[in-house]
């Protein structure tokens, strides 16, 4: 088992190395054969997509393998608020009831401060008792520290305590305040109920669409959807039914969006933005309607529907 911590460490400590100039880290999947050679994996694909594919991964490990590491990049709330981070998932062949998970808070190369990493954390060591906790680290920092590059910039660019980072990555890293990053995650959910319930319902088909839109790479390139993507990816189910419950006046909220990105970036990045969440409005509608492709895909309600949302975001094409 500690040869395989070993070689989690040393993705993550890879993970860490690609973060540092300033990218959203491809999900990586990482392997320890039996032999003792490594192989490693991008999932470059939508993040749904990647979260449910990395995971099966490494929790579906044959006689071939001794064991597999699944580190994806995230934003979580510390004490300190909200911090850009990798997890890292660790998994055994010889037994699946024991698993680890290892979160390595950051900061984005894109702060005005640049790139720190921060403090480990170990945040599940399933299968583990409390003594093991010290030789799971020792193993896990090895493969950390024997990574060239990765290794080179823990020692460089180490600072104990995370600071706050509470946007998207890159140049937006802290652009928003933690509060109107919290509001710009309903984006895409505001976008959803207007097209979607335009007919005057909601059904699961609609809700599932939605989620393989925001699987799309298409959509991802744009780093502020990426970044709210990140963060709801595997709540958007609870999230739809929360927002459901409610009474939202969506146009009035879309309208306070819009604000709030204006006031944050450039005209140039913030009407990038307007229009990547237009386009999802437009995929939902085209794939409600129509036949096998053929008829009218988009009906009257949801045309009305896609007016009003580019009027409202002042969408310039």
């Known amino acids: 088992m500690k040869n395989v911590l070993t070689m989690a460490g040393n993705f993550a400590s890879h993970a860490i190395w690609s973060v540092s100039s300033g990218e959203t880290l491809i999900p990586i999947v990482g392997f320890l054969k039996s032999d003792g050679s490594e192989n490693m994996e991008r999932l470059a694909m939508g993040s749904a997509e990647a979260m449910s594919i990395g995971d099966k991964k490494i929790n579906e490990l044959d006689s071939d393998h001794k064991g597999g590491v699944f580190i994806k990049d995230a934003l979580v709330t510390l004490d ?26 950051y ?53 104990d305590q995370a600071g706050v980072s509470n946007s998207a990555s890159g140049a937006e890293n802290t652009e928003f305040s ?41 959509f ?39 604000s709030i990105v204006e006031a944050n970036l450039s ?6 933005f307007k229009i990547s969440l237009f386009i999802i409005g437009k995929q939902i509608a085209e794939a409600s309607g129509g036949f096998f492709g053929f008829g009218s895909k988009i009906s009257k309600e949801e045309r009305a529907a896609l007016a009003a949302i580019a009027i409202c975001l002042g969408v310039k094409t």
């Open 107 to 159: 900061r984005n190369a894109g702060h005005e401060k640049g790139f720190a990493v921060h403090r480990l954390k170990i945040t599940e060591a399933t299968g583990f008792k409390a003594e093991d906790y010290e030789w799971i680290s020792d193993a896990f920092f090895n493969g950390l520290e024997s990574h060239p590059e990765g290794g080179k910039i823990w020692a460089d660019k180490y600072e």
């Open 220 to 258: 991802l390139q744009n780093p502020l959807i990426n970044r709210i993507v990140t963060n709801v990816i595997t709540q958007i189910p609870e999230i739809i039914g929360e927002m459901a419950t409610k009474q939202l006046d969506y146009i009035a909220e879309l309208e306070s969006l819009k």
């Open 80 to 105: 300190s608020g909200k911090t850009d981070c990798l997890i890292v998932d660790v998994a055994f062949a010889n037994d699946s009831s024991k698993k680890a998970q290892f979160m390595i808070p």
């Open 267 to 272: 005209e140039d990045r913030a009407n990038q």
């Open 178 to 218: 933690t509060e109107d990053f919290e509001k710009l995650k309903q984006a895409p959910f505001l976008i959803f109920f207007l097209v979607a319930a335009a007919d005057g319902k909601v059904d699961k088909k609609e809700v599932l669409e939605f989620m393989k839109v925001l699987s799309n790479p298409e």
